[in-house]
Structure formats: structure tokens, C-alpha cells
């Protein structure tokens, strides 16, 4: 029996009457249905708040436990026997290293990825269809992360003291290149993007484009609805790469005006240059931390009982080191990205000049996604990369949407109506057919998170979104 949340259990699709009320519309309602609704989510933002702690010890304990025992260590020795060359011993090491590590984190990751999402009805994966993603994932993350490492070790091995600065010149350039290639080869990985068939949209999407003066090639449409009920868009890309990419959950229940609202918010990053901003903060950061490292590298190397810096067996002891910098300075970058993040709120409102579309559309969005509404305080300042729901939703509402010219006499026009906020996204029927939302490591600048916190900090970033 799994039991996220405390009263939600799962055990043969049993549901506590209370998650089933917010989340099947036969279900006669115990309170009202956006409180209740704001229950749940409150609910499973406190699940994954203890997921998030439980990742980040795992991460650092299962890299750094195993080197302890001197296991690393042994794996090593016995790839000397091989007919190997040093640098294919290496890249090997790192390799095997990545996928042990990605198997010790898989029980996290089905729990949080698969069975989480299931349970509060909203992936509509197969368990067939989260592995197959699950597998890609791995394998895109295993060898970006060998390739840096194997970087790393040459760079000690052929520059001497130059190595911290040869590679903090690899890794950002690295960092750029995932810019460029994500919309082509790293999103068409796991959704299917077509270009935009509504005409209607396209048009008003290209008018918000136009004032926004941030040109883009193409605005694109996103599978979301075979893995997931949740909303999502972003604007992904630079310069000419760039697009509008607009999940087709999200056209299907969010008003036009909302849908405005959301892709202004994307807009606003890239008017901004929240992704150049993104990209120098972490290039400076890295590069200071080299640094320091190549400072400081005589006096440490005895304290993490390493013979060298190049010492190939060591490197998962230098991957806890590095993972617990940024762990640390987690609560920082998160304080970053909530500014970057409110900033394009504020353009975004001032873009459409429709607040009440935009705060609409938040709660849409908290709606759809579930995403709690007043997380902890503590939890919103160390964890979360966006600001809490409540708060942008009280941006939208205190600001003043600008006066509307006098309507002709005659004019029978009126806006079309909002549509009423999903009721039937979450049934139990829905989340037995259906991966998981977009993941953090399968974009590089995206759309919102479910609620503003990272399930790992082992993949924190700055979020590019429209979180909600």
C-alpha cells in the first residue's frame, strides 16, 4: 500500500473520500470544490516537499557512501585488467558511475514521476510509457554528464593549472549550445511539436509577438494531453531558434485571454533576457567556483582523502562536492529566478493590459496542475523558483487594467466567455489510461513547474516559465 500525502492511500484504487470529491465530478462534494481543490494541492505539495528532501540526501549519499567503502575504487582497478587505453578506462568508469547512480534514484523517480502524478490524477502514463521516457531521459543525462566529467579529467591531465579555466570554457559553452538544440533535438524527444493549426491563435499570438518586439519563428503546439492533464508553454530558444510553444491541454481549457496572459509571461523572459541572464549568472558562478577550487585544491585533496585531482575513482567524491555547493546556494538562485520570474508577471500585465485575464488564468492554471496556493513560507523562500500562486494572483488583481475606449452605440459585440475551470481533468478513469509533465532536464528554458519547487535539486535551474 503506497501512501502519498496522509489519506490518500492506493491500494487496488482505493482514493479517500475527500481527494475523490476534488477530483470526480459523480463524486458528491464534502466542501466546496475549490477549497477542496486547494486542499489536495496542498496536500501534494507537501508530498513533494518531502520528496525533495529525500532526493537531495539520496543524491549526495549515493555517490558519496559507496566511495567510503572503497567500492568505486575497486570498480576502477578492475577496468585496469581491461586491453583499455587510460582515457576508454575513464569514459568507462564515468559511464557505468552515471547509470548506477540514475538505477539507485530510480525508485524516487517512479514514485515521484509515475506513481505521485497517478495518484492525484494527473499523468495519464502507462507504466510502459513513463519507462520509455524514463530511459531516454537517462541516457541523455548519462552522457551529457560523462562527457563533462571526461572534460574535467582532461583538461587536469593536458592544461596543468590552467584546467579550472579550460573547463568553465567547455561547460558554458556546452551550457549555450543546450539553448540552440533543445527546440530540435532534446523537446522533439518526448512531444511531438506541430506548428500551431489555429489560425485564429496564431494570429493573436503573433500580434503579442509584435508588441513585445521578441521576434520568433514559429508558434507550435505540444502533445501534453497523451502524458498529462497539466498545462504548460514557454518560449524556447534564441535568435532565430526561437519559438512559442503552447501544450494543447492548455488550448484546450484556457480562454484566449488567459492563453494570451500565459505566453506574454513567456515573452517577458526573453524581452528581459532572462535565458542570457540565466546562462552568464551560471557561467560566472561556475567559473568563480573553479577558481576557488584551483586555489584551494592543495589543502582539500587530503581532507577528501584524494591522492590528485585527477584521480579517476575519485571523481564521485568531487561530484558530492560539487552537488552540495549548489545545494547550498539553492536558496539563492531560487530568490533569482522568483525575481526574473516576477518581473515577467509584471510584463506580462503590462503586455496584455487585461489583469483579470492574467490572474484567470493563474488560477486555471493552480486549478488544472494542482498547484498549491499558499505554500509554507519556508518552503516558498529556499525552495520555490517561482512565487507562491496567491501572490501573483494578488499582482494581477491590485493592478489597473487600463481604461477601454467608449463602445459604439450600435456595437452588439461582447467578449467571448471564459471557459468554466476543469472539473473532469482529474478522475481516476482518466490517469488509469494515461508520462509525467515536461521534466526539468528536458528543456532549457521552460514553462511552469507544478508548483515552483524542484523534486531534485540535482537538476535545479532557473525556470523560463509561465508557472501558475
Not at 502514463?125 to 572534460?151: H, P
Request: hydrophobic share 50%; charged share 15%.
Amino acid at each position: 500500500m503506497i501512501e502519498p500525502g496522509g489519506g490518500l492511500t492506493r491500494n487496488a484504487d482505493v482514493i479517500d473520500p475527500g481527494l475523490e470529491a476534488a477530483t470526480d465530478p459523480r463524486a458528491k462534494p464534502v466542501i466546496g470544490a475549490d477549497r477542496q481543490r486547494e486542499l489536495v494541492a496542498a496536500r501534494l505539495g507537501a508530498e513533494r516537499r518531502r520528496l525533495f528532501i529525500v532526493g537531495a540526501l539520496l543524491s549526495l549519499a549515493a555517490p558519496l557512501l559507496p566511495y567510503l567503502t572503497g567500492a568505486w575504487e575497486t570498480a576502477w582497478f578492475a577496468l585496469a585488467a581491461a586491453p583499455l587505453p587510460l582515457a576508454a578506462r575513464a569514459v568507462t568508469f564515468l559511464v557505468g558511475f552515471h547509470v548506477a547512480l540514475a538505477v539507485v534514484l530510480l525508485p524516487l523517480g517512479y514514485y515521484g514521476g509515475f506513481v505521485l502524478p497517478r495518484a492525484y490524477g494527473l499523468s495519464r502514463q502507462s507504466f510502459r510509457a513513463w519507462g520509455i521516457d524514463w530511459f531516454k531521459a537517462t541516457l541523455v543525462s548519462t552522457a551529457l554528464a560523462s562527457a563533462v566529467g571526461g572534460a574535467f579529467f582532461g583538461s587536469v591531465a593536458t592544461t596543468g593549472p590552467s584546467w579550472w579555466w579550460v573547463f568553465g570554457l567547455f561547460v558554458s559553452i556546452v551550457g549555450l549550445l543546450l539553448v540552440f538544440i533543445t527546440p530540435y533535438v532534446l523537446v522533439p524527444l518526448f512531444f511531438k511539436m506541430r506548428p500551431l493549426a489555429d489560425s485564429a491563435t496564431v494570429d493573436r499570438i503573433h500580434a503579442l509577438v509584435n508588441r513585445a518586439g521578441a521576434p520568433v519563428r514559429d508558434v507550435c503546439s505540444l502533445d501534453f494531453s497523451r502524458r498529462t492533464a497539466e498545462a504548460n508553454a514557454a518560449v524556447i530558444g534564441l535568435g532565430r531558434s526561437r519559438r512559442v510553444v503552447i501544450a494543447d491541454t492548455l488550448l484546450a481549457e484556457f480562454a484566449p485571454a488567459e492563453v494570451d496572459a500565459v505566453v506574454a509571461h513567456e515573452l517577458g523572459h526573453h524581452v528581459h533576457r532572462d535565458v542570457q541572464r540565466l546562462l552568464l549568472g551560471n557561467a560566472v558562478l561556475i567559473w568563480v567556483g573553479l577558481y576557488v577550487a584551483s586555489r584551494v585544491t592543495g589543502a582539500a585533496l587530503p581532507i577528501l582523502s584524494l591522492p590528485s585531482l585527477g584521480y579517476v575513482p575519485g571523481y564521485p567524491m568531487l561530484l558530492f562536492v560539487v552537488e552540495l555547493f549548489f545545494l547550498l546556494l539553492s536558496p539563492l538562485l531560487n530568490w533569482w529566478s522568483r525575481r526574473l520570474e516576477s518581473a515577467a508577471d509584471r510584463f506580462a500585465l503590462a503586455l496584455t493590459g487585461d489583469p483579470a485575464a492574467f490572474a484567470a488564468a493563474m488560477r486555471r492554471i493552480g486549478a488544472q496542475n494542482l498547484v498549491e496556493l499558499r505554500p509554507p513560507r519556508w518552503s516558498e523562500v529556499l525552495l520555490a523558483t517561482h512565487p507562491a500562486l496567491h501572490r501573483r494572483i494578488q499582482l494581477a488583481e491590485s493592478s489597473t487594467p487600463p481604461t477601454p475606449p467608449p463602445a459604439h452605440p450600435f456595437s452588439s459585440s461582447s467578449p467571448p466567455p471564459a471557459r468554466p475551470l476543469p472539473t473532469a481533468n482529474f478522475n481516476r478513469e482518466a490517469s488509469r489510461e494515461a508520462p509525467a509533465p515536461w521534466s526539468e532536464a528536458e528543456r532549457g528554458s521552460r514553462g511552469p513547474s507544478r508548483d515552483g519547487e524542484k523534486a531534485s535539486w540535482r537538476h535545479h535551474k532557473i525556470n523560463i516559465g509561465a508557472e501558475g
